[in-house]
């Protein structure tokens, strides 16, 4: 969580100094205090101005500006992280050195915080073995590195050292400031509804968007879990996620099964069908010949292939959309496919379940229940993996 918390934010003299204006206002939007420092480069690129009004208070670039005599001391005590990005090549060679020649780099060496570094530089600096020296340094050294994507440069060129977009940088910084309390941990989360085809361009779905899987891995792997994602979607992997893409039940089947020996959670998210086409058309069915018979068949139930096969220490989280009864039906299916938790919502409700970006859950174990209001999925995320970490505490 960074609600509250202090960020200096260190722009310096790269092209990608404008991707730093949004992300100070996504930091700012998530709560932060965010404390802008620019460099004399950076200001060749993007306003002061700019910062001025989307930060939480005014920008500094100087160390001789401010009334405060010592502003990198007093930047650096009261951070509870400095992230800088862009990071030029300059800067990562500055500060691997330990020399401070202006103020962001004496604040990087008068700070205590943790530190996150986001490079951006052509393909060629990025590559050059001074630089990866010099990050590796910083590396052993406990700095956070979010590595550069690979696109189109300053220039025209495309290679690796285009820096990583907003929401990446945005959420390194908040597995940074988390507690990692899943550390440790292997998390399995499987996401979105299974498409099961009718013939080649016709399938049986469901609403299902996802967004709710997603939300829990990535805050999984915010708390320190390494996080394995089986997704029946096409939306982004989350950050710092191992994603497997599937698009049957039959396929996130073996997806799950084959991985889930090797996991100590795995949160069944995912909206799969019950029921698929005994048989796919190879060629598309034609209307002018006819109303098709087509034939189903049960899909296997995945949550209850891994409650049966549970191993001692390993916890089954399974979900439950209803329309009625919640609590109940969701006690019901916690006994029957012998999961920890079932988390249930009535996807009748406004605002809750498929497709929308809130929910309203009941999470059901076997000796009590909690009920999560309409919120943001991310903040159900926690609320399901708190759940998870209170089940693995009290066996």
């Avoid at 004496?106 to 530089?121: G, K, Q, Y």
């Avoid at 009590?368 to 970490?389: G, N, Q, W, Y």
Wanted: glycine share 8%; proline share 5%.
């Amino acid at each position: 969580m960074i609600t509250g918390r202090r960020i200096v934010l260190g722009v310096t003299g790269g092209i990608a100094a404008y991707k730093a204006v949004e992300v100070c206002r996504r930091l700012v939007d998530a709560g932060a205090h965010v404390v802008p420092v620019l460099t004399e480069g950076a200001l060749h690129f993007v306003g002061r101005t700019t910062f001025d009004a989307l930060g939480s208070e005014k920008a500094h670039s100087s160390l001789w500006e401010d009334d405060n005599p010592i502003p990198h001391t007093l930047l650096g005590q009261q951070a509870d992280l400095v992230l800088v990005a862009p990071a030029t090549a300059r800067l990562i060679g500055t500060y691997a050195a330990g020399i401070s020649d202006d103020l962001l780099s004496n604040v990087l060496l008068a700070t205590r915080a943790p530190v996150v570094l986001c490079p951006a530089m052509h393909t060629e600096m990025w590559e050059h073995a001074a630089v990866q020296d010099n990050l590796r340094t910083l590396r052993g050294r406990g700095v956070h590195v979010v590595p550069p994507e690979e696109g189109r440069l300053a220039g025209g060129d495309t290679g690796t050292g285009r820096l990583a977009e907003p929401d990446a940088i945005v959420a390194a910084v908040e597995r940074v400031l988390t507690d990692p309390d899943l550390g440790g941990l292997h998390v399995l989360v499987t996401a979105g509804g299974t498409r099961e085809p009718i013939d080649p361009v016709r399938f049986l779905s469901n609403r299902s968007s996802g967004k709710q899987g997603h939300a829990i891995a990535d805050e999984a792997a915010r708390r320190g879990a390494k996080v394995t994602l089986v997704t029946a979607t096409d939306r982004p992997v989350p950050p710092g996620v191992d994603g497997v893409r599937v698009q049957t039940a039959a396929e996130m089947e073996h997806a799950v099964l084959s991985r889930s020996d090797g996991c100590d959670v795995v949160v069944m998210a995912a909206a799969v069908a019950d029921f698929r086409p005994v048989g796919a058309a190879d060629q598309k069915l034609k209307k002018d010949d006819g109303i098709p018979a087509i034939v189903l068949e049960p899909t296997t139930d995945i949550l209850a292939a891994l409650g049966a096969r549970k191993r001692p220490g390993q916890t089954i989280v399974g979900f439950a959309a209803e329309t009625n009864d919640v609590e109940e039906n969701a006690r019901v299916k916690l006994s029957r496919k012998r999961a920890d938790l079932i988390v249930a919502n009535d996807v009748s409700a406004p605002g809750a379940g498929f497709e929308h970006d809130t929910n309203a859950v009941v999470i059901v174990s076997q000796t009590s229940s909690t009920t999560v209001a309409l919120s943001d999925k991310r903040e159900i995320a926690r609320a399901v993996l708190d759940a998870v970490m209170q089940t693995r505490s009290n066996p």
